[in-house]
């Protein structure tokens, strides 16, 4: 009796398991099944509208037949919890990822699937963070098991995050190699703009990316140089910034237009082009809110609004973001002896949320010692320059000075008066009301704000910047651009040729070894510029005489005085050799110290994706506990809870 019962469950068993799929010619044994032929459907899944393709097949790879078994999964909850998990490293990558195993491509009735190498790639990168909060690597991103090599046809899923995706329409191939087509490019377009232009002209452009947007687009940037990708000595960095505010897009284009510009004209020998990239390090980021740009282009060319796609993904605005070290230079400006520059970030200002696009300039002007720099806004016609903070917080409108004031109104002034409209005395025109002003005016004379990236990067670094609004309309239309360009180029050549102004030299001692971090003074402007690792230094001046000192922890002040000419276009080389001192002021020596960039500060630790008190209840004590502290957001799932995202002991 007990036998038959056996037997009778075994063919029970047998008559509910799945019967193999058939190979060819097995249909008819009644051994296998057929399988049955995928059919497309429009991908519904909120967390995976963003990928590069728009239909997907069920069941998917996990054999999740609807919509409502995949989202009630706790693999379709993981990909969605990732970024708070993880602290926004990784993501959107491995949402995209998971995305690709949960909702496969499925294009004519044919599943595609991701490919091995990108999954291989990434797991790579982030398997230490999976590792950091004690999770194991979810195995729907198995490499071996759901995805496919390139010689089975696969697709690489994050191609839309390197901009691979809407690529530029082809052209005529006849066209000339100085032809620059004048239209609003998408965040695909763009880098794919930048890379063929950095592909034509490779023994002077690389292209780069500084970090990436909330969202996960690179921060690209074209670099046009004698050794792109290296500091050259004595060589000034320069760079263009534009789109900080998304619905802010034409100098975006321009600086699109003039990476194009630049490469076709040095291909062609024009001597200022030549002369410009020969003696300059040149970085054009034409986006630094590519997300913002992407909600303004939703609205289309034409709309001037002033909010929609201003801001971040994360409703930031870049330009109120940074650290405000203004106020601080305020109070230290009645302190004798008191420097207004190089000012340490504050350890309150990571108390708040700090957008990655800020995070990734901040950590830019960091690793290159830039010398000149200008953000291209729009909204209206003029130049302003530090500082942008008033020095009295309930004035709106006050004229606030920096040091360097004199130096400031030069570099505006050559941006202004060398574009036509700008320098047009006609007052019944867009930027009429700065015609008395020959365009240029105080920012905080203009309007007061705190948190601005012109001011950071004066009280931070050695950087000079100016904000030039390139025009009344946000949003021009296409047709407007070939124009808005002609009246900008002019402009922008003769700005980034005053990082030649004033002097540069190089700091040793007597043995000829560079002096990092030496700092250049000049006698009545209280801001300083410091060596960079070389020992190379740049100091923006107008014309006049100065007395101009080099000093360092250790070695004795020296001092030279200094003329630079009227007619004078390049910098004068002004060199020092310092020698050590047999006492170094105390004093001296701690200012030094106190203003010295701190290796271990929240800069270079700081995840600007972290939740403030997350930390502590990442980092609590696990004594007692059973499940790590993530565990938690799986307590919605009564019966699937996540079993394999526990690292086995």
Known sequence: MVLRLL???????????????CETGQETLGQCQTVQKAKCVDIALSSCTDVAYTQMVYPNFLDQKSREVIEYSSEYLLISVLHNLLQGECNPDLRLLGCSVLA?????????KPCRHVCENLKKNCLPAFDAIDMAWPYFLDCDRFFAGEEEGCFDPLAKLRGEGDAEEDLPSDLPATFIQFKHHSYSQMVSTLKKTASRCSHIATTYSIGRSFEGKDLFVIEFSTKPGHHELLKPEFKYIGNMHGNEVVGKELLIYLAQYLCSEYLLGNPRVQALINNTRIHLLPSLNPDGYELAAEEGAG???WVIGRQTAQN??????????TSEAYRRAGIRGARLDHIPIPQSYWWGKVAPETKAVMKWLRSIPFVLSAS?????????YPYDYSRHPMEEKMFSPTPDEKVFKMLAKAYADAHPVISDRSELRCGGNFVKRGGIINGAEWYSFTGGMADFNYLHTNCFEVTVEVGCEKFPMEEELFTIWHENKAALLNYMEMVHRGIKGIVSDKFGNPIKNARISVRGIQHDVTTAADGDYWRLLPPGTFIISAQAPGYSRVMKRVTIPTR??????VDF????????????????????????DPLELFDPHAQHGQAEARGGSAA????????????????HKPLWLLKQR
Not at 15 to 20: G, H, L, R
Not at 376 to 384: N, Q, R, S
Not at 624 to 639: Q, V
Request: with cysteine; charged share 25%.
């Open 577 to 600: 050799v310092l020698r050590p001192a047999e006492a170094w002021p105390s004093k001296l020596l701690r200012r030094s110290m106190e203003d010295a960039y701190d290796p271990q």
């Open 104 to 112: 496969p491509q499925c294009e004519k009735d044919k599943v595609i």
């Open 303 to 305: 709309y001037n609004g």
């Open 624 to 639: 007692g506990r059973e499940k790590p502290w993530w565990w938690s957001y799986f307590s919605s799932l009564d019966l």
């Open 376 to 384: 291209l806004h729009g909204g209206e016609l003029v130049v302003t």
């Open 316 to 325: 930031l605005d870049l330009n109120r973001n940074f650290p405000d070290l």
């Open 568 to 573: 004078m276009k390049q910098a004068g080389r």
């Open 7 to 21: 037997l009778l469950l075994a063919g029970l068993l047998r008559a509910t398991k799945p019967a193999p799929r």
